[in-house]
């Protein structure tokens, strides 16, 4: 393809790993400056004139050990520091999670955790899981089960927490990439630990994998679909599948099949008390 943009190859390598999609305004054509099959799931264009202000390409520090060991806040601040993935290059804000009000340092009392797959635009500017479009019709379905994103627990139960599989925003929004999960995850893994929820809503194909992957063998070859209906472990801690409120938002009449899913957990959920 012709270099029509006179990029460099640290450029070129860099946007590549970015999953993006240079268009240059010479030309009417798009221009994908990228190798092919590298680019994951392109939503974003920059114009060539913005690569002067590309991110330089961020320096990977390990993550610190015992994370299995820590405390909330910890934890927290182990992840508002995290250079483990090149992700972290690229961040406005880390988005660790939201939930029940807590007492300093503690994990709050949640009988619920909500498992969604990893921030977008806006929840990198806000710090915050599911504040978009999508976070809309997720409070909409906690507010079906007299739930909401901030509610403590109650005498009767109640109280939620909101965590992502990956705590940084993918460039464009494309999917998460195997090692930047296997970077992040053990961040999820202690969540889960701390918090010590009733129920996990896993939602979307992602937060299944990231959590079943060890439990369900026929995990891979099963389409996502198929996965709903039943009741999972993950860490003793019971697992629904849902769909992921995005894909909801794409495919309204899905969302009959949503409220099932929420009806199981809360069966599930009132079984076991
Ligand atoms: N989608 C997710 O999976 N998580 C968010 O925080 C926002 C959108």
Redesign the pocket.
Known sequence: MTDTLHLDKRQRAMLAEMGVRVWSPMSEAAVIDAPAGEIEQPHSFVAASDLAKAEPVPTIIQRPEGIDQMGWSALQSTVSSCQACTLCGARHNT?FGVGALAAEGEAPQVDWLIV?????EE?DLQGE??V?Q??ELLDNMLGAMSLSRTGARKPEGGGVYIA?VLKCRPPGNRNPKPEEVAQCLPYLERQVALLKPKMILA??RFAVQALLRDSVPELEGTPYGKLRGRVYQYQNVPVVVTY?P?YVLRNLPEKAKVWADLCLAMAHLKGSE
């Open positions: 988005v969604g797959e990893a921030p977008g929840e899981p599911f978009g999508a976070g992502n939602m979307g992921h995005a």
